[in-house]
Structures are given as structure tokens and as C-alpha cells.
């Protein structure tokens, strides 16, 4: 992966198509010692090591980004915005917390400084895109066309509801829900105490199943 030299250079390249093209690379594959040495040479401004951590977490910050941004390119510039702001501050991570809360908190402040300036500029919908991996919404691998379609318009369908819901909860669902994060952890990237973030995900859940409900999507009974 190149994501690294592409966010110096300021290349055109999306990281949509990065994200779908580049092998990915678990997090769980690096842990303890062999992670904080990666970061560490990535401090030291050793590229390489920078791409192999961008290559954990690329995929999250674009859906991350897609939740609050509308716009396929824009949302691909943003989550290109917030690894160049990692890129550029990595040498401030002190390892008084995960490298994934430190780098959310940034991630975080860059989409939603985006989103405000971008609707205050323009009032419009927000349509759902298409750049989580289907495997973050409990894809399988072998699916037939039909199946395919399916998804597609389920998957739609939710991030369509999900942009109706408020900042807060939409925050901790996406952490929390599509993310697979811990409470610990989404209470630390959003600075709130963890029964708070238990709080918003409830509130949360409960808007997005009356949403999805409304519109016809889920049967009132049903679990989201």
C-alpha cells in the first residue's frame, strides 16, 4: 500500500479504491511488543511501517467517514484528511492509550469539523455509500446475485436511517456497533463516561429501530 506517500504527496488516487483494492491486514496480527515497535518506527518516519499500520485501520476510518459524509469522493478525501493528520501527529502518541482510541479521536474531530462546515454551506439529504466492507455488516463470502442485491439495498437502507439520527448516538453506534469496539474504548474516543456511551447506544438503537421501521424496512418486533 502507498497510502502513506499518496497523503504527502497530496495524490488524486482515492482511498476508496485503496481500501478495496490493497490486501487488508488484521490488527490482530500485531499486538504488544510487535505493534509498539511498528509505531514506533513509523515515529521515526519509517514509511513502510506507517502504510502497514494504515493498512489495520484504513477501512474503519472510511466507514467511519461514510456515516457523516454524503458524498462518495468527499467522504473518501475526509478519511484521506484525517490519515495525513495521523501521519503528521504520530510522533505526539505517547502510548498512554490504544493506538486505534488515539487515532479515532483525530479521526473523529476531522469528520465532524467536515460535516458542519459542509452543511452550512448546503442543506441536502444524505444518500448511503458503499465503502464498508461487507464483511463489517456480517457479509459471507459466497452469495449469489440475488443475495448480492439484497444486501446492497439492506445495507443501504441502514446508513440511509442512520444519517437521520444525532451526532451523539450516531457516534457510538458506528464505534460500537459497526466497529466492534469496546465500551471502554468508544467512551474514550468520544470523551464520556462509559455509562453514557451505554446510555447514547441504547437511545441510539432505539431511534434507528424506530427509523428503519418507519420506513418500512423492519417489522415493529423485529431486532436491529
Not at 121 to 131: H, S, T, V, Y
Not at 147 to 168: N, R, V
Request: charged residues 30%; neutral net charge; glycine residues 4%.
Amino acid at each position: 500500500m502507498h497510502a502513506a506517500l499518496r497523503l504527502a504527496r497530496r495524490e488524486p488516487t482515492r482511498a476508496v479504491a485503496a481500501a478495496e483494492m490493497e490486501p487488508r491486514v488484521s490488527d490482530e496480527m500485531f499486538c504488544g511488543p510487535e505493534l509498539a515497535a511498528l509505531i514506533s518506527q513509523a515515529q521515526l518516519g519509517d514509511i513502510a511501517a506507517f502504510e502497514r499500520l494504515m493498512s489495520m485501520y484504513q477501512s474503519k476510518i472510511l466507514s467511519f467517514s461514510r456515516a457523516f459524509v454524503s458524498d462518495p469522493e468527499l467522504a473518501s478525501d475526509v478519511a484521506q484528511d484525517s490519515m495525513l493528520r495521523i501521519y503528521r501527529s504520530l510522533g505526539g502518541f505517547r502510548f498512554q492509550s490504544s493506538l486505534q482510541t488515539w487515532m479515532f479521536r483525530i479521526v473523529r474531530n476531522i469528520v465532524l469539523d467536515h460535516a458542519k462546515s459542509r452543511r452550512s454551506k448546503e442543506r441536502k439529504r444524505e444518500q448511503p455509500l458503499d465503502i464498508t466492507p461487507d464483511r463489517d455488516i456480517g457479509a459471507t463470502a459466497d452469495r449469489n446475485p440475488e443475495a448480492e442485491l439484497l444486501a446492497h439495498e439492506q445495507k443501504s437502507q441502514l446508513w440511509s436511517a442512520l444519517s437521520e439520527i444525532p451526532e451523539a448516538y450516531r457516534s457510538v453506534l458506528v464505534l460500537a456497533d459497526i466497529q466492534g469496539m469496546s465500551y471502554e474504548e468508544v467512551a474514550a474516543i468520544v470523551e464520556t463516561p462509559v455509562g453514557t456511551v451505554k446510555s447514547r447506544l441504547n437511545r441510539g438503537r432505539e431511534a434507528l429501530r424506530a427509523l428503519l421501521v418507519a420506513k418500512g424496512c423492519l417489522v415493529d418486533g423485529e431486532r436491529t
